[in-house]
């Protein structure tokens, strides 16, 4: 098992809340992400960092931001959530540049009502 | 997709056949993951394959990579029941930031006791 942890694991919320997902990994990877998966679908890459203070779009553009203050801990905000944001939040963290082989937490399925 | 697809989209087998999942990427790559994905999990990365190898073994997987074809293929022998998931390839195109991870649509595998 991966040393990668989300919290919370299910959250469901009312439209313009603000929330954020978080996510922590004690195994001291600089390379950290955020995917976005719908049931059955394919991950989009929503965010990444290389390390403390960097932070990248993805692929899927998102209206969420993101944080890299430590290295351990890359959270995710959404200032108001909204039911098209619904979906399951995946965090990752690798420590290789070739081989890029990334651990997954468990992550977070929101539900925006 | 992006970059992968994975034919079939599901797969239903009994204990003890054999499964095989194959997926088609569309750029030059360095190397070509396959992860396995339990029901509202995180990813689990199972085995890695360079661009120069043809194929690689582990445990019960045998991976093969074509690249003239920009095609791999999964094939889980033996198959349990505690081997239902979905399972993604995943590529880090050449052309593509290499930290940065492009992920097929996923076969769902169901395996019958």
């Known amino acids: 098992e991966a040393d990668i942890y989300q919290t919370p694991r299910y959250l469901v919320i009312g439209t313009g809340k603000k929330i954020t997902l978080e996510c922590s990994q004690t195994m001291g990877h600089d390379k950290m992400y955020w995917y976005q998966q719908d049931p059955g679908m394919e991950l989009h890459l929503i965010h990444y960092s290389y390390g403390v203070n960097s932070t990248e779009k993805g692929d899927l553009s998102s209206e969420s931001t993101v944080s890299r203050i430590r290295t351990e801990h890359f959270p995710l905000t959404l200032e108001s959530a909204r039911p098209s944001h619904t979906s399951q939040y995946l965090c990752?963290?690798?420590?290789?540049?070739?081989?890029?082989?990334?651990?997954f937490g468990a992550g977070t399925r929101l539900s925006v009502l | 997709s992006q970059q992968g697809e994975e034919d079939p989209q599901a797969l239903s087998i009994q204990e003890g056949e054999n499964a095989t999942m194959n997926c088609s990427y569309k750029?030059?790559?360095?190397?070509l993951q396959w992860y396995r994905q339990n029901s509202g999990r995180g990813l689990v990365h199972l085995i890695l394959?360079?661009?120069?190898?043809r194929e690689k073994h582990s445990g019960r997987l045998r991976v093969t990579l074509d690249t003239s074809k920009k095609s791999s293929s999964l094939l889980i022998t033996a198959s349990r029941a505690a081997d239902t998931a979905s399972y993604f390839c995943a590529t880090d195109a050449r052309t593509y930031n290499t930290d940065k991870l492009i992920f097929g649509t996923g076969t769902r595998l169901q395996v019958f006791p």
């Open positions: 990752a963290s690798s420590a290789d540049s070739f081989k890029n082989i990334q651990y």
């Open positions: 394959i360079r661009s120069n190898e």
């Open positions: 750029t030059s790559i360095n190397n």
